[in-house]
């Protein structure tokens, strides 16, 4: 038996017994099947947030039918944000439930190690009978690879791995089979291994499947948004983020990036019809969300503000969560460990700061649901080890209300999107723009990679683009808050405006408070951990020859 929260758990194999103390009753309970469809860098891009946003916002471009079905037959969340706006260190605390900086190693990127005392939910899961699995990426990079999910022996990929670059594979296969044709090809692909999934499947015990596609991160096909998808990147001229340049060239990297959350969705709709084809889609829980925001474009991946943090969320699970719902809380992802645990009746070992949603899914009302859930903190630390001399991490917290976001950039000499390597002089040549969108190693690596990173440091020097690369690639101040009322896209800095004062302090005080609170080394470690081997410093050699393969497209 398992005690928690003055609720007694029994668990038999595909039946969890509640015994609520205070009721003084029993009943049972049929564990929920869980699926969990989770995107590498999908910020919030589906049609089903249109709605929410003016007529100039870019989701009016995009029809993502299976999210939206998600959405309209559960419930959507407006205010869903990652922990850390970078792959492994997010994934670490969603796994775990936890503040990123408390999993140890996992906290970082490069050189990230998983510590094997620290419970995982769908080990948890499997320990009390569910069948776990799957498909393409958990917890990466890191050591060991997708240890937190049972690594290599709950992997299902026999079907093979070509969804992960979606455009390029599709593309090059164009000739032979057309673009209907090559894009099936993919989404068999992931029929297949959800089929292999299912069929490994002891009896008719209750599973736990994560669906985690790759294809929104870099590289993609250029033009392939287009070509694939039928979207016209001329159709994104005035939709752009005002820290962007619109320009040709940045409007087709964003309008091919949109042809892979379409592919995303896409493949989602696989998943659907085969649980709803095995009478399994009323007894299954699906989540949907990314771990974070769109790669290769300054301010957002590796960054605290919102198009780096901010992610879709939707729930769909019949009998508890009643269709269509809007739900306006602040949500950290690292809630979903214990969200999970709960609708399968699972008690998490100790105490942790992620909580349960399923009070909220379960609720009847729309808006704002828990009163305390008006806020949510953001961190990073090291993403690229060499990005910076020494190895050293860029550390940022932030807290983010309805009305303001408030950043803390603790070592603001550093430069957030890695060193320029020369580049912060304006007259320096720089590498070409095959150097800069084929390698990580080139100035600002912190930076994803792609033809936007490379056209801005080509027109860093024009005078309409020079604010906006120092906006994007430049130093930042101790601390940064922005008006999301006044100022959507957090072009203005008003930390230092006297008007603000009041905000900003209230903001500082109340996210220390919550750093404190939760241990954080930033605020009680002189010097924190961060800044000393094994998290800063070289990465071991045999971290990136075990991880070669996840390299290439970093996290």
Not at 210 to 218: A, I, K, M, S
Not at 435 to 459: C, R
Request: glycine residues 8%.
């Amino acid at each position: 038996m398992n005690w928690d929260r003055g609720v007694c758990y029994e668990r038999q194999p595909d039946v969890v017994w509640v015994r609520h103390l205070t009721a003084a009753k029993e009943e049972s309970i049929l564990r929920p099947n869980i699926v969990f469809a989770f995107a590498d860098d999908w910020g919030r891009y589906a049609s089903a947030y249109r709605r929410f946003e003016n007529d100039r916002s870019i989701n009016q471009l995009i029809e993502t039918p299976n999210f939206d079905r998600i959405a309209s037959e559960g419930a959507i969340f407006k205010n869903a944000h990652v922990p850390a706006p970078t792959c492994t260190p997010c994934r670490s605390s969603l796994l775990s439930g936890r503040y990123f900086w408390q999993t140890g190693m996992g906290a970082i990127l490069q050189g990230a190690r998983w510590d094997e005392n620290i419970p995982s939910y769908p080990l948890l899961l499997e320990d009390s009978g569910y069948h776990i699995g799957y498909t393409y990426k958990v917890w990466s990079p890191g050591l060991a690879v997708n240890a937190p999910y049972g690594g290599a022996r709950t992997a299902y990929e026999s079907a093979g791995t070509l969804f992960n670059n979606f455009s390029i594979n599709s593309t090059e296969m164009i000739s032979a089979q057309g673009i209907d044709g090559a894009k099936q090809v993919m989404l068999d692909e992931t029929g297949r291994n959800f089929e292999s999934f299912l069929n490994a499947r002891p009896d008719d015990t209750p599973f736990c499947y994560w669906w985690g596609p790759t294809n929104t991160h870099r590289a993609w096909e250029r033009g392939s948004g287009k070509a694939l998808w039928g979207l016209d990147p001329d159709d994104l001229k005035g939709r752009l983020p005002a820290f962007l340049p619109d320009v040709p060239e940045v409007r087709e990297d964003v309008n091919d990036y949109l042809g892979e959350c379409l592919a995303f969705d896409a493949g989602l709709g696989v998943l659907l019809d085969r649980l709803e084809a095995d009478g399994e889609l009323e007894n299954t829980m699906i989540v949907v969300s990314g771990d974070h925001g769109i790669p290769g474009f300054p301010r957002a991946k590796c960054n605290l503000y919102d198009i780096g943090t901010q992610v879709a969320l939707a729930v769909r699970w019949p009998g508890h969560v009643q269709a269509g719902r809007v739900i306006d809380d602040f949500v950290n992802l690292m809630d979903i460990a214990p969200t999970f645990l709960d609708a399968a009746g699972v008690a998490m070992p100790g105490e942790i700061p992620g909580r349960s949603l399923v009070p909220v899914l379960e609720s009847s009302e729309s808006g704002q649901i828990d009163p305390k859930r008006t806020f949510v903190v953001t961190g990073r630390e090291r993403h690229v080890a060499r990005a910076r001399e020494g190895q050293l991490p860029y550390p940022q917290r932030a807290i983010r209300t309805r009305d303001f976001l408030y950043i803390h950039n603790f070592e603001p000499d550093r430069w957030p999107m890695g060193d320029p390597q020369g580049l912060d002089d304006l007259t320096a040549t720089a590498p070409s723009s095959e150097e800069l969108i084929g390698t990580y190693e080139t100035a600002f690596s912190d930076l994803d990679k792609g033809p936007t990173k490379a056209w801005m440091i080509h027109h860093r020097a024009d005078p309409e683009v020079e604010p906006l690369f120092w906006l994007g690639f430049g130093k930042r101040p101790l601390e940064e808050l922005y008006d999301l009322r006044l100022d959507p896209d957090y072009m203005t800095n008003v930390a230092d405006d006297t008007e603000y004062a009041d905000v900003r302090d209230g903001l500082r005080e109340q996210l220390m408070a919550e750093l404190r609170a939760n241990d954080d080394p930033r605020v009680v470690e002189s010097p924190p951990r961060f800044e000393r081997a094994p998290f800063a410093g070289p990465v071991p050699d045999e971290w990136y020859v075990e991880n070669w393969a996840g390299i290439a497209s970093l996290g």
